[in-house]
């Protein structure tokens, strides 16, 4: 059965760090691409970021962010524990939200990496607050 789990949200001030992390368990991390997506109180999902790659060759990859978190946050993996992250800086009362892991069992089109039909699996969410 596939799982993402998802932690390390919390209340943090304006200007400070949070790291997120999904772990993965059953066939889910020979997922193509994995993705972080956000939602805040009355507003829609929101894409955030994602990493791609080709599991046989463990190459290729590459990271997507919203326009909004370019040069704050950073996804990254970790293979050998099944586990992707998103290091957030420079937080934003305006990235308040609940944040969610999700996975693609195919890389979407590169205009669809951003898009969460595009993706099989998700998380429960974990709640990232932040205060001015």
């Known amino acids: 059965q596939e799982q993402l789990v998802e932690s390390g949200g919390g209340l943090v001030q304006a200007g400070g760090s949070l790291r997120l992390s999904c772990a993965a368990s059953?066939?889910?991390?020979?997922?193509?691409?994995m993705a972080w997506f956000r939602q805040a109180p009355g507003k829609e999902r929101e894409f955030v970021a994602a990493i791609t790659w080709r599991p046989i060759t463990w190459s290729g990859g590459s990271t997507h962010y919203a326009n909004s978190v370019k040069g704050r946050f950073t996804i990254s993996r970790d293979n050998a524990k099944n586990t992707v992250y998103l290091q957030m800086n420079s937080l934003k009362p305006e990235d308040t939200a609940v944040y969610y892991c999700?996975?693609?069992?195919?890389?979407?089109?590169?205009?669809?990496?951003?898009?969460?039909?595009?993706?099989?699996?998700w998380g429960q969410g974990t709640q990232v607050t932040v205060s001015s």
């Open positions: 999700a996975a693609a069992l195919i890389i979407p089109p590169s205009g669809r990496v951003g898009v969460g039909e595009s993706y099989d699996y």
């Open positions: 059953g066939r889910t991390f020979s997922s193509d691409a």
